[in-house]
């Protein structure tokens, strides 16, 4: 649940700073009339909607289980994760070349850049702001790992997201600020409408990465191989156990499945055999509180 509690920070930081940030570029880019400027509006405000996608997606995650779903509804937020990763790539990327292919064909002088570039160093500050409140969350899974191991070795979607968003985000300022200072340096407007182009080639690498991720998470992945390991040790560890013939685990959002296939030391009886079961099982979700379906076979032979 923690880790759910930590993706809705993120997303809190990512909201708040994208909703402001979307007005001011706004009304920048109507004064303005810079189109690095426009697309950088649109993708403001695509983010801020993505964000709320990614509220309701977390809320249907906790949904308790049902007939038709008796495993819950955690993977509902790898949908709302993936339409996300779609969202970015039509309206934030496809649009930005759209909308720079447009400037090149028919150009316009930037009017005011001085307004752009003061919204624009904003822009900046205020996702540095949304990065670090994301990075804080990241830093609690990362375990050791550095960014890359951890983005594509991460069950939380809904963070996978925002640290890419985030990331596209300051970038795509970045490029902007440039865009728009040769442009007034040049007195030339085509660097604007380049700007605004690699802006969406920006957008559209970033949807792919975070698509090619939550698909894993979407068709069905294990746990994090780093507690998939622990779970691993904690069974080999048992005194009970002679075997581990099967051993696997499922990603459901907020929740863990894990499916366990042993053989076990005689205890005597059936009893017995049934509270050495019990007795594992208890101590398994002791251990690893984000279990929430357990399966223990014993058995004689995988």
């Known amino acids: 649940m923690s880790g759910q509690a930590d993706s809705l920070k993120s997303i809190l930081f990512a909201l708040g700073a994208n909703s402001a940030i979307a007005v001011a570029k706004g009304v920048a880019a109507v004064i303005t009339g810079s189109s690095a400027m426009l697309a950088e509006c649109v993708h403001s405000i695509a983010d801020a ?35 996300v990763a779609v969202i970015l790539f039509t309206v934030g990327g496809m649009f930005s070349i759209y909308e ?29 702001i949304s990065l670090w409140g994301c990075m804080r969350e990241v830093n609690k899974e990362r375990r050791g790992r550095n960014l890359l191991q951890w983005f594509r070795n991460s069950r939380s979607s809904a963070l996978i997201v925002v640290f890419g ?4 985000a300051l970038l795509g ?15 030339n407007p085509f660097w604007d409408a380049a700007g605004t182009i690699s802006i969406g080639v920006l957008l559209i690498v970033v949807a792919v990465f975070i698509a090619i991720e939550v698909k894993d998470l979407l068709i069905g992945q294990s746990i994090d191989p780093q507690k998939l390991d622990e779970v691993k040790a904690f069974l080999h560890g048992r005194s009970e156990i002679a075997e581990v013939y099967n051993l696997i685990t499922m990603q459901f959002g907020p929740d863990e499945m894990v499916a366990v296939k042993a053989r076990l030391y005689p205890a005597g009886t059936e009893q017995g055999m049934m509270q050495s ?22 058995d004689v032979a995988d």
Do not use: C, M
């Open 49 to 83: 909607g993505n964000q709320l996608l990614l509220i309701l997606g977390l809320r249907q995650s906790h949904r308790g289980p049902t007939d038709d779903h008796p495993l819950g509804f955690g993977k509902s937020i790898y949908f709302w994760s993936f339409l």
């Open 100 to 128: 720079g292919i447009h400037k090149l064909q028919h150009p316009e002088a930037i009017t005011h850049p001085w307004i752009a570039i003061g919204v624009l160093v904003f822009a900046i500050v205020a996702e540095s």
């Open 165 to 168: 968003e985030d990331i596209a």
């Open 173 to 187: 300022l970045v490029f902007a600020l440039i865009a728009i200072g040769i442009s007034v340096v040049t007195g």
């Open 277 to 298: 079961v019990n007795r594992i099982e208890s101590d398994l979700r002791a251990a690893f509180p984000s279990i929430t379906w357990l399966f223990f076979e014993p």
